[in-house]
């Protein structure tokens, strides 16, 4: 198979691996549809150009958030970003199927909400841990490497997050 | 194992990080601990609620991405994976029949013109020939037998 082909199969297969990953990651860091879809777009362009240089296969999910992350950084640092279209979807945008199904979306929708907005009262290291494990789907290992801390770090930055998290979910529950 | 423990290992559970046996473990322990039933509980409803908040990928952001990348290949290759590349080799293949189309056409006027040629001259010839061979008088020829013919007979 010629080297160009075999790249463009070797992507199509990463693409469609992390696409999902990657972008609900951005987007939840960015809090900007339209940026952080301008950073999935130029992080998979360069995993495109670098298909040739990554040999180790097995190292791309580490190189794409690594990627990512660095132009997270990079917009954060210029201050380009304004989180202003985080929340795009609202109670409008629910199709009306049934009464039921109705209540249960607009239930799903405040919930998400509420998560959301309690997650932008953490701190970015307190969110990305958070955001990298549950969206980006990263072991403890591979969070730990990515942003240079200890697992047990990591552990407890989830561990709080999340704690804060439920306090806040319960009292909805209930 | 206190709850704060507990609640961590089911935090690990969660987050598919936990071991076989401290699965097994984990599982004892909630069986006798009703606050870590209750974590538990909560860890599963805010596992579910969270995934409810992963967002679709765009299909504009897709096209977006597949039309870069197919820009990117292109650009590479610009010689095999144009699409106009047939149209640009039929062109091509066009002009050189065309060429080859003249060429011949002048040869073969050349060679006409030479194969004219070569006839005037050859029936100039002819009549040079003809005029040559009216000019010669003309020739009697007579024949005479003078030789005895003898016939021997043996009887």
Redesign the interface.
């Known amino acids: 198979m010629p080297e160009?082909h075999k790249n463009?199969v070797d992507?199509t297969l990463v693409?469609n691996k992390y696409?999902?990953q990657i972008?609900?990651y951005a987007?939840k860091m960015l809090r900007n549809i339209m940026v952080a879809?301008d950073v999935?777009?130029n992080v998979?362009?360069k995993l495109?150009?670098s298909m040739d240089t990554i040999r180790n296969k097995d190292s791309i999910k580490y190189w794409l958030f690594t990627t990512t992350r660095n132009e997270i950084l990079t917009l954060f640092r210029s201050k380009k970003v304004k989180a202003d279209q985080f929340n795009a979807s609202d109670v409008t945008e629910i199709e009306i199927a049934s009464n039921e199904l109705l209540q249960d979306k607009i239930e799903?929708n405040e919930?998400?909400e509420i998560?959301?907005n309690e997650l932008e009262k953490e701190n970015d290291e307190q969110r990305e841990v958070f955001f990298l494990?549950?969206?980006g789907g990263m072991?403890?290992k591979e969070i730990s490497e990515l942003m240079n801390i200890s697992e047990d770090l990591v552990?407890s930055r989830?561990?709080n997050t999340?704690q804060r998290?439920?306090n806040r979910?319960?009292k909805i529950?209930k | 194992m206190n709850t704060e423990e507990l609640n961590k290992l089911i935090n690990e559970y969660f987050d598919n990080e936990l071991s076989k046996e401290k699965e097994v473990l984990l599982f004892t322990q909630l069986s006798q601990n009703k606050e870590a039933r209750e974590y538990f509980k909560n860890m599963n409803f805010l596992n579910s609620a969270v995934r409810e908040t992963s967002e679709k990928f765009p299909d504009e952001l897709e096209q977006k991405i597949l039309f870069g990348i197919k820009n990117k290949i292109e650009r590479k290759n610009p010689f095999f994976t144009n699409k106009n590349f047939f149209a640009v080799a039929s062109y091509a293949l066009s002009v050189v029949l065309i060429v080859i189309s003249i060429y011949f056409f002048n040869q073969s006027l050349n060679y006409k013109e030479r194969v004219e040629t070569t006839m005037s001259y050859i029936s100039s010839q002819n009549e040079k020939i003809d005029l040559l061979m009216n000019t010669i008088p003309v020739v009697n020829v007579i024949p005479e037998y003078q030789n005895e013919v003898t016939i021997n007979s043996q009887l």
Do not use: A, C, W
């Open positions: 160009t463009i992507f693409y696409k999902v972008y609900n987007l879809e999935v777009q998979f362009l495109y150009d799903k919930l998400k998560i959301l494990k549950e969206y072991s403890y552990k989830l561990y999340r998290l439920i979910v319960k529950i």
